[in-house]
């Protein structure tokens, strides 16, 4: 009987093709469930390390466990409680920003029929009719938003659950993995899970490390220009950067627009050009030495992951798709007859040419 390996390649293809759509339609209809579980094995893995160092110091798993979790949800707070009030100042001023916009709105529509004669364009009376057609939906809508936000909050809070789970059976969990393939795998098996744990972790830090600078350069530029929700818009620009390539866009807009109806002009510019350098910053200094030495995606898998990602998850896709691919690189290149596909999806092809030239 043959073996995988063993196969023809379009056989094999069609194989892979058709496991991977079955994961991809798995995924979107259990999202509710495997979402936060994700989330939990990410956190896990970050909190491996501290609370190895606890068990070493004598603490039992449980409470070493229960300390990593306590000391991340309270970090986690701060910071959610520092943004909650601007976002509070944000709500009570949003009667203002929607004026001072729809003002804006109409200046422009002024300056387009001035310079270009064109009478019929009015991007206010179409905003308005927008507007208007959908104000029959709003009890629905809010209906729909209540919903959402009650589902997202359940699904939150199972997140430090599952975290405290995975920490104290972490053994049970590997055991069960090893224990599932051959005893002669088990070397690799145990081999591929230690350098996943590691890529992810140093992986994660790193973004985490990458973000927090990019936020305190962020909000630094902001309270010198005078931005009005200085913090929330840089902690908010910083999130999104997370996101590769689309990110960076929303935040520019997000961040422009609110500043041009909350301040001037000039501020608003001034804005932009805070976001265009930091951006350029990351891209060619703080992602290659913080976090492109842990993991190597090419940008073309980055831009799939992150689209299908978000086609398969929303929001929390988008965040989890790099590291999920950065796991799947990794199991690519450890598996007999799938290192093409790790070659495809990382960025060392370049560096394989170099290697052949010298």
């Given amino acids: 009987m043959a073996t995988f390996s063993t196969m023809p390649f379009v056989q094999r293809l069609c194989y892979s093709l058709v496991s991977g759509a079955l994961i991809l339609i798995t995924l979107y209809l259990g999202q509710h469930i495997i979402i936060p579980i994700a989330f939990a094995c990410l956190f896990s893995i970050i909190l491996i390390a501290p609370c190895d160092r606890m068990e070493k110091a004598g603490i039992n798993r449980g409470l070493s466990a229960t300390i990593a979790l306590v000391v991340s949800i309270l970090l986690a707070a701060i910071i959610f409680y520092l943004v909650s009030r601007q976002l509070l100042g944000f709500r009570a001023a949003l009667p203002v920003f929607s004026a001072h916009l729809k003002t804006l709105i109409a200046q422009f529509d002024g300056w387009i029929q001035n310079r270009m004669h064109i009478n019929d364009f009015s991007l206010t009376q179409y905003l308005d009719q927008l507007v208007s057609k959908n104000a029959s939906n709003a009890t629905a809508l809010l209906g729909s938003t209540v919903s959402n936000l009650s589902g997202a909050l359940v699904t939150l809070a199972m997140i430090p659950v599952y975290t405290f789970l995975l920490l104290l059976y972490r053994d049970l969990i590997v055991h069960f993995v090893v ?18 744990k590691k890529v992810i972790n140093q992986y994660i830090l790193g973004l985490f490390l990458e973000m927090a600078i990019v936020c305190v350069l962020y909000c630094t530029g902001f309270f010198i220009l005078g931005v009005q929700f200085a913090l929330l818009l840089g902690v908010l620009s910083a999130l999104l950067n997370i996101i590769p390539y689309l990110g960076f866009f929303t935040a520019f807009i997000m961040t422009v627009l609110i500043t041009l109806s909350t301040n001037s002009p000039a501020t608003a510019l001034g804005a932009a050009i805070v976001l265009i350098t930091v951006h350029i910053l990351d891209g060619n200094v703080l992602m290659p030495k913080i976090v492109g030495s842990k993991i190597k995606i090419n940008a073309l898998f980055t831009i799939m992951s992150v689209i299908v990602g978000d086609a398969v998850w929303g929001i929390p896709g988008m965040f989890l798709a790099l590291p999920v691919v950065a796991i799947l690189k990794i199991l690519f290149d450890s598996t007999g007859h799938l290192p093409p596909w790790g070659l495809l999806v990382g960025d060392e092809i370049i560096s394989s040419h170099k290697k052949q030239k010298t």
């Fill in 179 to 196: 224990s599932s393939f051959d005893e002669k795998h088990s070397g690799n098996v145990r081999q591929v899970l230690e350098k996943t």
